[in-house]
């Protein structure tokens, strides 16, 4: 069965600091997609980043930028020069696509909390 | 254009009762999925429709139910309500669902307090 692991449950940096948010899971398929998903105050998760498991790429958007490495079943989040908007529970998920649909393991969340 | 809506947003039920939460999804979107959030068990698949077809299932009970209108629009339905149902219950819309996994936009979700 397929599980998400993130070790860090909180996390309190000072404005202007990098971060990075780890996630480690597990399945025994070959073909699966990974997530990260913001959580803000007001409830509702947003949508940061699909992988699907093909494609080690790291990427980079603005300030945040994404780490996948299959050798170690890894997908973390680094935040560079964080802000205090950055403040919120980050979750990592995972998808195991065979028929999987949006069928998606979350992993217990990390909450970031950005200090001015 | 507009987001995915749930409503109510805030109910308060007693045990033994049933509950029907209801979800509006972004337009054109043809899957459905809803989660549980608790403090304790944290974000939970229940279930996901997709054509108004139910294409997969979590581990809850039967007491949990959910269905597809032809409009998209879900509803899902505790009944028999237990304490431990309290929680914040998210759906979520995508363009794709069934076999694809795709991008879920978040409603802001319904809080059920049962008492």
């Known amino acids: 069965a397929q599980k998400v692991t993130q070790a860090q449950t909180e996390i309190s940096v000072v404005e202007k600091e990098d971060v990075t948010l780890d996630c480690v899971y597990e399945t025994r398929d070959t073909t699966y997609y990974l997530f990260w998903y913001k959580q803000p105050p007001s409830g509702e998760l947003v949508f940061l980043i699909r992988r699907n498991s093909f494609d080690e790429q790291n990427e980079i958007s603005g300030r945040y930028s994404w780490n996948f490495q299959k050798s170690t079943s890894s997908f973390n989040f680094t935040i560079t020069a964080s802000q205090v908007v950055d403040s919120a529970v980050y979750f990592c998920a995972l998808s195991e696509a065979e028929n999987a649909g949006n069928m998606l393991t979350f992993g217990g969340g990390t909450r970031l909390m950005v200090k001015p | 254009k507009a987001g995915v809506t749930q409503t109510p947003r805030y109910l308060i039920k007693t045990r033994g009762q049933q509950v029907t939460l209801s979800c509006s999804p972004i337009?054109?979107?043809?899957?459905v999925s809803w989660y549980q959030q608790t403090p304790g068990q944290g974000l939970q698949f229940l279930f996901e429709?997709?054509?108004?077809?139910?294409?997969n299932k979590g581990n809850f009970p039967g007491r949990f139910s959910g269905r597809q209108f032809s409009n998209s629009r879900s509803e899902m339905n505790v009944s028999t309500l237990e304490l431990g149902d309290s929680a914040l219950y998210l759906c979520a819309s995508s363009l794709v669902g069934g076999y694809e996994s795709g991008e879920l936009f978040f409603g802001e979700g319904s809080r059920l307090t049962v008492l």
């Open positions: 337009s054109g979107h043809r899957s």
């Open positions: 429709y997709f054509s108004e077809t139910q294409r």
